[in-house]
């Protein structure tokens, strides 16, 4: 296959880019780099199967050549990130996966969405079914993330609807593994270069709000079968182990022996109070389910950022 990857210069894109190309497939990615870095595809660049466009897909998306499937994950996608670009976010989510889906209409090509479990808001129901419709403050700070996957989530369904295109939506949880930018302001990159460094880890809020945290590995295996499959879903893809974020501090402080100090800061507007998948269609439609626990995911995350001692100093710098 000949897949056109956008935000593939992002923390999961650039893992998606390299599962394909592992598997024998061609990538075209697409990345404005605004939140991504060259850096994630440097190892790439030299395989003659990968090829690098940098393209704004708000603007356009065009590929010259034959595709056979358009894999759309353009977007920031940490809170910190979107709430500094907010009509960036909107622009990417509505026009952006407007065009990605024209580019597959266009080749007649599988379409996924990268939408998010953000779609569920600050969730009334526990834990998270697909049948869930959600509760998203419209007019929130957060709306400009939350309003743009579900308004993508809409026109992809209506692609299929109206000109059957083959696609398929991916409702994504907290994922977390090596590439992530080390001060991104996500919890888990947030907190190892927090305790590598020494700073206090900040708890937002009394830290009793909870995530379910995917490794990168398992995501993108998820991400493979959707694209593999013809089904639309949406899917739940995530971790069904929740914790408290105060339980991610304990074990992050444990796991590097930091002897960091907690900071309690204020609880951001909005901030969902839990979040855990109910992976049910997934395992039974994809055969999906993640492999890798918490322990062992973070295991892997830290020695990453422990292995670039230079970029948590040069980023906390900028
Ligand atoms: P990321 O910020 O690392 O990657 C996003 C990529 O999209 C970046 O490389 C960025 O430069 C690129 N991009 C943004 N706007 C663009 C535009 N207009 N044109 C071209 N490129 C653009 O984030 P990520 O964690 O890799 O997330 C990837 C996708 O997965 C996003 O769509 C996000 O909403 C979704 N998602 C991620 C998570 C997670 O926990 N990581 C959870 C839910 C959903
Ligand atoms: N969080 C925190 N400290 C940080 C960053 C985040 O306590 O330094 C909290 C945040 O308020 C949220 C949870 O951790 O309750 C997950 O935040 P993240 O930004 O990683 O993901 P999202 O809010 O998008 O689920």
Redesign the pocket.
């Given at each position: 296959m000949r897949v056109a990857v956008?935000?593939?210069?992002?923390?999961?894109?650039s893992h998606l880019c390299a599962a394909l190309l592992r598997r024998g497939d061609s990538v075209v990615c697409?990345?404005?780099?605004?939140?991504?870095?060259p850096e994630?595809i440097a190892h790439l660049l030299s395989d003659p199967c990968f090829e690098f466009q940098h393209?704004?897909?708000?603007e356009a998306v065009e590929v010259a050549g034959r595709v056979d499937a358009v894999a759309h994950?353009?977007?920031?996608?940490?809170p910190p990130?979107y709430l500094r670009r907010p009509l960036?976010t909107l622009?990417?989510g509505s026009r952006?996966t407007e065009n990605a889906l024209r580019l597959a209409l266009r080749h007649d090509a599988r379409f996924i969405l990268?939408?998010?479990?953000?779609v569920y808001g600050d969730p009334l129901v526990h834990p998270q079914e697909e049948a869930y419709w959600g509760n998203v403050n419209s007019i929130g700070p957060r709306s400009v993330?939350d309003e743009a996957?579900r308004y993508a989530e809409a026109v992809s369904a209506a692609y299929r609807r109206t000109h059957h295109l083959d696609v398929g939506i991916a409702r994504?949880?907290?994922?977390?593994g090596p590439r992530m930018?080390p001060h991104?302001g996500?919890v888990v990159s947030s907190f190892i270069t927090q305790a590598l460094t020494g700073e206090p880890l900040t708890i937002y809020g009394d830290g009793k709000q909870t995530r379910s945290f995917c490794f990168v590995d398992d995501l993108i295996r998820g991400l493979l079968a959707l694209l593999d499959s013809c089904a639309m879903g949406p899917f739940n893809l995530g971790n069904p182990v929740e914790h408290t974020v105060s339980e991610l501090a304990e074990i992050v402080l444990a796991m590097t022996g930091s002897t960091s100090e907690v900071k309690y800061l204020p609880l951001p507007v909005d901030d969902p109070t839990r979040r855990r998948p109910v992976i049910t269609r997934a395992r039974e439609v994809l055969g999906w389910e993640p492999e890798i626990d918490i322990t062992e995911g973070l295991r892997r995350t830290v020695a990453y950022f422990r292995a670039r001692p230079e970029r948590l100093a040069a980023s906390a710098a900028a």
């Open positions: 956008t935000g593939g210069g992002g923390f999961l894109g697409l990345d404005n780099f605004s939140t991504g870095d994630n393209a704004d897909v708000s994950l353009a977007s920031p996608a940490s990130d960036e622009a990417v952006g990268a939408s998010t479990s953000e993330y996957k994504i949880f907290n994922t977390y930018r991104d996500r």
